[in-house]
T-cell receptor, first 117, second 110 residues
């Protein structure tokens, strides 16, 4: 079956702009979670959506937001971009019924690499 | 902060077993231990997970101590393609977030 698809794979923005990234989960998966990966901070959890509702949230400023649609596809948005937002943004999908605290295996996409100039 | 502690890096000879330790001393009784790996610039890949019992699949074995405070991921016959960063994860935080930490960089050498 098709994996997790993230678009775009690469993009370049300038400070102050905003960006929207898209994630299409594996068919049948209802949970989508987002992560930011930088060389300095490693892989950090942003938020998780399940059945169109934000279920978990990491420690990121309000400039980072997301949403999930009825078909489980998810988007994340970063407004007023800063240089420090340059990173690999990963999404992962899972069946999600048990939440992170249960037996919940994540399948990751290849990521969207954002460069902010 | 991360609820797991892993060595920063390890080396392993090709064909030998790679044993990657993880300390999770604050794990709760109903929390699972997951292992993922990330090959350079790719998305992390699921390897295995467990709760109390040892687990084995086609990729690896997971040995969890009886007190559940630590575990070891075993790659029985490491190949060059197993060179990656390995993350041991226990769901953490008041909101059930996933905290990856920095992982262990495993280098498999010929």
């Amino acid at each position: 079956k098709a994996g997790v698809t993230q678009t775009p794979r690469y993009l370049i923005k300038t400070r102050g702009q905003q960006v929207t990234l898209s994630c299409s989960p594996i068919s049948g998966h209802r949970s989508v979670s987002w992560y930011q990966q930088t060389p300095g901070q490693g892989l950090q959890f942003l938020f998780e959506y399940f059945s169109e509702t934000q279920r978990n949230k990491g420690n990121f400023p309000g400039r980072f937001s997301g949403r999930q649609f009825s078909n489980s596809r998810s988007e994340m948005n970063v407004s007023t971009l800063e240089l420090g937002d340059s990173a690999l943004y990963l999404c992962a999908s899972s069946s999600g019924a048990a939440g992170f605290s249960g037996a919940n295996v994540l399948t990751f996409g290849a990521g969207s690499r954002l460069t902010v100039l | 902060d991360a609820k797991t502690t892993q060595p920063t890096s390890m080396d392993c000879a090709e064909g030998r077993a790679a044993n990657l330790p993880c300390n999770h001393s604050t794990i709760s009784g109903n929390e699972y231990v997951y292992w993922y790996r990330q090959i350079h610039s790719q998305g992390p890949q699921y390897i295995i997970h467990g709760l109390k019992n040892n687990e084995t699949n086609e990729m690896a074995s997971l040995i969890i101590t009886e007190d559940r405070k630590s575990s070891t991921l075993i790659l029985p016959h490491a190949t060059l393609r197993d060179t990656a960063v390995y993350y041991c994860i226990v769901p953490g935080g008041s909101q059930g977030n996933l905290i990856f930490g920095k992982g262990t960089k495993l280098s498999v050498k010929p």
